[in-house]
């Protein structure tokens, strides 16, 4: 799921006098934007968005009530597709950041987490079954040795049961988007630099298991998850 912020700010001049809304693209890693390989398409609205200088996906005057959703459908950038209900949409600046894919291309020192959620393991030569559309939250323990810290935003498997987050530090502190960095927080590392991070995922019906395990500081791990194993 990605993260939706409502922005007050000016938009770009050329624009303003005649801007309805405008959607800001981020790279959810990098927090640099987005304005180019993905299609941003507001449905029920006759006009295309102009990207502008800045690289905003700008509407001009149009009728709002028109509106029925935001897709956002990339195509040669490896990000999860989003969709936004006109109930969220507001008319000035939202702010969206995309959620990188498996194939992303992290750079050194990234501390972040590809997995995969199944129904149970099983043997070579089988095909294990996926469990899709499940919440998955992350939270990393504070080296207090009692706290625990939510890991961003929410992450939501897709239909194979993958899922991608990625931890924002500040010399190994907690920095998010909408926050102040925290002085006071700063993750537990044990003899190896290794983070101890706890894993839930929620299925559609309501249940919920969760695991602990330790995760490298500053690499990107790839692991697999069956849910018959989770407590």
Do not use: C
């Not at 393991?121 to 559309?133: D, F």
């Amino acid at each position: 799921m990605a993260r939706l912020f409502e922005v007050r700010l000016p938009l770009v001049r050329a624009y303003t006098r005649d801007a309805m809304f405008a959607i800001e693209l981020l790279d959810s890693v990098t927090l640099e934007r987005v304005s180019s390989g993905v299609d941003v398409i507001a449905k029920g609205l006759l006009r295309q968005p102009v990207v502008n200088a800045g690289g905003l996906f700008v509407w001009l005057t149009e009728d709002l009530k028109n509106l029925e959703k935001i897709s956002i459908e990339p195509r040669t950038v490896p990000f999860e597709p989003v969709e936004i209900a006109a109930a969220q949409v507001a008319r000035q600046l939202n702010r969206v950041e995309l959620r990188p894919l498996a194939s992303y291309p992290f750079a050194a020192g990234t501390t972040a987490l590809r997995g995969s959620v199944y129904e149970r393991r099983v043997k070579l030569g089988e095909t294990p079954v996926p469990i899709g559309n499940a919440t998955v939250q992350l939270e990393w323990l504070d080296d207090d040795g009692t706290t625990w810290h939510a890991w961003g935003s929410l992450a939501t498997t897709n239909s194979a049961g993958a899922f991608t987050a990625v931890l924002r530090l500040a010399r190994g502190q907690l920095a998010q988007v909408d926050q102040p960095v925290r002085a006071d927080r700063n993750p537990f590392l044990d003899g190896q630099g290794r983070m101890t991070v706890r894993l839930s995922v929620r299925r559609q019906t309501g249940s919920r298991k969760q695991a602990v395990f330790p995760l490298p500081l500053g690499r990107v791990a790839d692991e697999v998850y069956a849910w018959d194993e989770l407590q």
